[in-house]
């Protein structure tokens, strides 16, 4: 049997690039339109495409091979998003993944992220795909604030600020993150319409490094940012120490492990390693500050770099997350030091003005044996014991228990949900199609669909600890930004993303204001939205499993 | 002798298709992007066989037909490939002076079948 994969794929390429002519178009012709969808009719059946072939076929009811009348974006992208979809679909599935090419910084383990401060859509639009096809993942902020909280919740590698915002100065947050962003050794890159003297002295005396004026020349950016990259990161190879906290970093974790696994293979010195995960760590984020919960971190780092012998190791590991390795200890001794620790961190009374409050940790142990073969799977078996803790009440250690309920907690965890709400059953459908065969890594993915937000919100979501919503911005009766209010009035943690046509500027800022992690303006491909949720989820509590 | 034929479809993929599928039988191809183009081949070149599309920019299917039996001192059989499988069209086509058919979809065996067919 004959393969059909080179012809699909340039047939699949020939379809994208298409559309991508057309955009560039003020209109289309409908006989033009009518043209596209008969060769696809054609064409797609056969090379073994007969799924786009049958919606080409019934798109084409709609156009008139002999009509003069031209279609703007918003009417031809609605009528051959279906087909769009479709051909973005088969594209992902027949293209094994080696072939697709990677790109300079999507070789190394993480992406590079961005934060950009910017509420010029258009603007931003740009950055993000110029940006991203470069490799890099990029966070979106409209507003200062949500710029701050992106800044301390998700450390990217690199910060871009647009001076001048609307209505408000940049200036202060531009102090905030600038002098933080220093200590942490992450480019601030400043960018303004307004080139005088006077504020480039003003920004320069922020300590950001680079100060650009509009407009900007992507590929000078790019270029820049990169440098900016490579730099630092060149630099944070020779520290191996965290700074906040003085503990040692991920960097060094890996070296350290690999190190463990040599000797436990050589002299079957066994270890143990526990992950430590401050409990209801948001809140004091929330309620006193960053810097009250950059004190807070210290204070644990001291307490157990104290009660720890000198051969263990202390690694600050994300956030607000530790690991603790201690060699040559069995497990009830080990647990028994991190109850140790765990009781004198309790005692510790927090202050803040006038406040008083004090804090607990959760603990997940687990000990070096044969049967573990990656380092890796150490770290997730502490993990889903720490999962285990927090799932029965936090401020507890809990050892690693291979037969007892870890399926259910592998499955919670491993687990992806996604809800589509959307009233459009063409796209539900067939993104939920799409979503079902979505890989990432080895988690099962389930998609739910709704046809509006009030069957959305009515649904329970208790439980979904991976939860990405797709939702439609224009939905009858309650409207896609209430229903996006609705949901952030009770949960931080599910990641939406909204689906929105291009001309809706306005509400995709008022969107991303109210705390949608991103969007995606339709026609969208499938592969992009499926990169995106990828991203997303991997920046995600508990994606680095 | 390998027998030459001429395949001209606007679409690339489709027209990839074809002469793969025929040049992995020993024949060889010729190809014309579009009905013009295949037209001013058929004035240069001694055929055994011609595809052509019935949709193409410039000369549609049909009227290179109607050229290559009108106009043309050689006159190679015609495999005309179509969506369209309506009366009038097929009527149209004969009277043009096409024999063949292959409508799309089709898989390349058909199309190998059909070409060994009239060239044996």
């Known amino acids: 049997m004959q393969s059909f994969e080179k012809y699909q794929k340039l047939f699949l390429t020939n379809v994208s690039k298409k559309i991508e002519t057309w955009q560039e178009l003020p209109f289309v012709e409908e006989k033009e339109i009518y043209k596209f969808l008969h060769s696809v009719k054609g064409t797609a059946a056969s090379i073994q495409l007969p799924e786009l072939s049958t919606e080409a076929e019934k798109v084409m009811d709609h156009v008139n091979p002999a009509s003069t009348t031209s279609w703007q974006e918003g009417s031809w992208s609605e009528l051959l998003q279906p087909i769009f979809l479709q051909a973005a679909f088969k594209k992902e599935l027949e293209l094994p993944v080696e072939e697709q090419e990677l790109l300079e910084f999507q070789k190394e383990e993480k992406q590079p992220t961005i934060l950009i401060l910017e509420n010029n859509l258009d603007f931003l639009h740009h950055f993000r795909n110029k940006m991203e096809s470069h490799g890099y993942s990029i966070l979106i902020a409209a507003t200062e604030e949500r710029a701050l909280n992106l800044f301390y919740d998700e450390t990217p590698d690199l910060v871009v600020i647009d001076f001048y915002l609307e209505n408000k100065n940049g200036l202060e947050i531009l102090e905030e993150i600038s002098t933080q962003a220093t200590s942490i050794l992450t480019p601030v890159i400043i960018i303004s319409e307004d080139g005088s003297p006077e504020l480039a002295k003003k920004v320069y005396e922020t300590s950001a490094l680079d100060f650009i004026l509009k407009p900007i020349d992507f590929e000078v950016f790019t270029t820049l940012i990169r440098n900016r990259l490579l730099h630092v990161r060149s630099l944070k190879k020779q520290i191996t120490t965290d700074k906040l906290t003085k503990a040692y970093n991920r960097a060094y974790l890996q070296d350290l492990l690999d190190r463990k696994k040599r000797n436990f293979q050589r002299s079957e010195e066994t270890f143990c390693l526990a992950i430590l995960d401050l409990d209801d760590f948001k809140n004091v984020n929330d309620s006193y500050g960053h810097t009250v919960g950059d004190k807070v971190l210290v204070q644990l780092s001291e307490v157990l770099h104290a009660s720890t012998r000198p051969e263990d190791s202390v690694i600050r590991y994300g956030g607000e997350e530790f690991i603790v390795v201690m060699p040559v200890i069995s497990r009830i001794q080990a647990k028994r030091r991190l109850e140790n620790m765990l009781e004198e961190f309790k005692s510790i009374v927090h202050t803040n003005k006038n406040y008083e409050f004090s804090l607990s940790f959760t603990a997940g142990l687990t000990e070096m044996n044969e049967s573990v073969s990656k380092m890796e799977d150490l770290i997730v078996q502490a993990d889903l014991a720490l999962y285990r803790g927090k799932r029965s009440g936090k401020g507890t250690v809990t050892i690693y228990e291979p037969t007892q309920d870890i399926p259910n907690v592998l499955n919670a965890e491993k687990q992806v949900h996604i809800s589509v709400v959307d009233d459009d059953s063409i796209i539900r459908e067939i993104l939920s199609d799409r979503l079902q065969t979505m890989n990432f890594f080895d988690h099962s993915v389930e998609v739910r669909a709704y046809k509006d937000g009030e069957s959305f919100l009515k649904d329970d979501h208790e439980g979904k600890y991976k939860h990405v919503v797709l939702l439609d911005g224009v939905l009858p009766g309650m409207d896609g930004l209430e229903v996006l209010s609705q949901i952030r009035s009770y949960d931080q943690d599910t990641v939406v993303i909204m689906l929105t046509g291009r001309q809706k500027g306005k509400d995709i800022i008022k969107a991303l204001n109210i705390g949608a992690d991103d969007y995606m303006t339709k026609p969208f491909s499938t592969d992009e939205l499926v990169a995106r949720i990828r991203r997303l989820i991997q920046r995600h509590k508990g994606g680095k499993k | ?120």
């Open chain 2, 1 to 120: 002798m390998n027998k030459r034929i001429l395949v001209a479809d606007d679409e690339d993929v489709l027209r990839m298709l074809i002469t793969d599928t025929l040049e992995d039988e020993g024949y060889l191809i010729t190809e014309a992007e579009d009905g013009r183009a295949a037209w001013e081949i058929l004035q240069i070149e001694t055929l055994d066989l011609v595809i052509l599309d019935y949709m193409m920019p410039g000369l549609t299917g049909i009227e290179v037909a109607e050229k290559i039996t009108g106009d043309c001192n050689n006159r190679p059989p015609i495999i005309m490939l179509t969506a369209k499988t309506q009366e009038s069209d097929m009527e149209m086509s004969k009277n043009a002076g096409i024999q063949y058919f292959m409508g799309k979809p089709f898989s390349p065996i058909e199309l190998i079948q059909l070409v060994e067919e009239i060239l044996t």
